[in-house]
T-cell receptor, first 113, second 117 residues
Framework: GNSVTQMEGPVTLSEEAFLTINCTYTATGYPSLFWYVQYPGEGLQLLLKATKADDKGSNKGFEATYRKETTSFHLEKGSVQVSDSAVYFCALRGNSGYSTLTFGKGTMLLVSP | GAVVSQHPSWVICKSGTSVKIECRSLDFQATTMFWYRQFPKQSLMLMATSNEGSKATYEQGVEKDKFLINHASLTLSTLTVTSAHPEDSSFYIC?????????????FGPGTRLLVL
């Protein structure tokens, strides 16, 4: 079956530091890949996505590239802000019609001033 | 963007009682809603898929008689945890799919934390 593995947190960074949160997946075929973010007290929000190999998703300064050869979708940001503190979830969806989302365990990011 | 609300945001109940959690799509009609469960430091685990006007589809290992799901309207789905026990304590998250968007347009509620004493 499908599965997603992401690095355990918390990840603690100072403001303006470089961020990488690793995510690898196991799936058959060509899934779509997502990063969701959950701010304190709020629901999960779609941060970015990529639907095919070598696609790069980007939003709010965050980027992730769909690497089929390494089955990875690592999240990066060049300069984090305190407001980026949240829990980040990597997820995939199979490519058959209305397949459901499979999530990683989530990685908490804490950014200090 | 679209909003999905959940009520209550947290609930404490005694063992043996039933608890109902509501999930509403506030500005779109959701033909499909999902219920997830999340334990500390664990993934969101899909419990069931709820389609308006029909029976929910439960994932393997989820007791349908324990977790009753009703999707009576296009904007409301409810999850009732019947005869709750301490092991049912968890974070329950609902999600709604906007049929007017692409398949990946799935919006999440803020979650409901359940503590069974």
């Amino acid at each position: 079956g499908n599965s997603v593995t992401q690095m355990e947190g918390p990840v603690t960074l100072s403001e303006e530091a470089f961020l990488t949160i690793n995510c690898t997946y196991t799936a058959t075929g060509y899934p779509s890949l997502f990063w969701y973010v959950q701010y304190p007290g709020e629901g999960l929000q779609l941060l970015l996505k990529a639907t095919k190999a070598d696609d790069k998703g980007s939003n709010k300064g965050f980027e992730a590239t769909y690497r089929k050869e390494t089955t990875s979708f690592h999240l990066e940001k060049g300069s984090v802000q305190v407001s980026d503190s949240a829990v980040y979830f990597c997820a995939l969806r199979g490519n058959s019609g209305y397949s459901t989302l499979t999530f990683g365990k989530g990685t908490m990011l804490l950014v200090s001033p | 963007g679209a909003v999905v609300s959940q009520h209550p945001s947290w609930v404490i109940c005694k063992s043996g009682t039933s608890v109902k959690i509501e999930c509403r799509s506030l500005d779109f009609q959701a033909t499909t809603m999902f219920w997830y469960r999340q334990f500390p430091k664990q993934s969101l685990m899909l419990m069931a898929t709820s389609n308006e006007g029909s029976k929910a589809t439960y994932e393997q290992g989820v007791e349908k008689d324990k977790f009753l799901i009703n999707h009576a309207s296009l904007t409301l789905s409810t999850l009732t945890v019947t005869s709750a026990h301490p092991e049912d304590s968890s974070f329950y998250i609902c999600s709604a799919r906007d049929p007017s968007g692409r398949p990946e347009t799935q919006y999440f509620g803020p979650g409901t934390r359940l503590l069974v004493l």
